[in-house]
């Protein structure tokens, strides 16, 4: 009697354990899709605003640009660090422009801070959209004639692909933006990627900001 009591206890917590599993695994998979959702909604807002600042002509000089951060005050080194992220994001916006403005505008460590965050995330993000969306996205960021280009220049460089990354996100003239996303349909994980990353982008970044930020100062 006792035995079946102790079994009928047993297996009344195993229930109670797979309902409480359940219940956690529901709540992951909606706070999931409501942060995916969420990022949707943010860089889909901050796509259409930075597309419409770009038409207007604030991101196509230095000048204007300056102009621009200039007139946020003291949040100006935020949204430099924003606009790095999101011109990681979206490709069309000159790649160069806050390397130029934001050391000669808060000086070169500054500078270099705000790029290299914003430059970073953006990479990240790149990296994440391009891995849960997979080709039909960069194919919409990216014409499919660049694309393939790309893809064929990739095929060389297979078996050796981190170094051909890490040497290529150094080198200031590599499309940096493309190969983020690119990597993101590799079978890369995201700590390699992000080693990669956070470890070959500085030298581009602070030759930049001790440019612009002593030598135009």
Not at 19 to 45: P, Y
Not at 108 to 113: L, S
Not at 177 to 188: A, H, K, P, S, V
Request: with cysteine; hydrophobic share 45%; net charge positive.
């Amino acid at each position: 009697m006792e035995h079946k009591i102790q079994e009928k206890a047993s297996v009344l917590i195993e229930h109670k354990k797979e309902q409480a599993i359940d219940i956690i695994e529901t709540k992951t998979s909606l706070l999931k899709k409501l942060f995916c959702i969420a990022l949707a909604i943010t860089v889909l807002g901050g796509g259409v605003w930075f597309f419409h600042e770009y038409r207007t002509g604030t991101f196509r000089d230095v000048e204007s640009f300056k102009i621009f951060i200039n007139s946020f005050g003291v949040l100006g080194p935020i949204l430099l660090t924003v606009f790095q992220c999101v011109k990681t994001v979206y490709a069309v916006i000159p790649s160069t422009l806050g390397c130029i403005v934001g050391p000669t505008l808060f000086g070169p460590w500054v500078g270099i801070i705000c790029n290299y965050i914003g430059i970073c995330t953006g990479s990240f993000l790149a990296f994440a959209l391009s891995r849960k969306f997979g080709v039909t996205l960069v194919k919409q960021i990216f014409s499919e004639k660049k694309y393939k280009r790309y893809i064929k220049k990739m095929e060389k460089w297979h078996r050796s692909y981190p170094v051909f990354l890490w040497i290529a996100i150094f080198l200031p003239i590599s499309p940096d933006d493309f190969l983020c996303y690119f990597t993101g349909l590799t079978e890369m994980k995201f700590k390699k990627f992000a080693i990669i990353i956070l470890t070959s982008k500085p030298f581009t970044i602070i030759t930049y900001g001790l440019i612009f930020g002593y030598g135009f100062n």
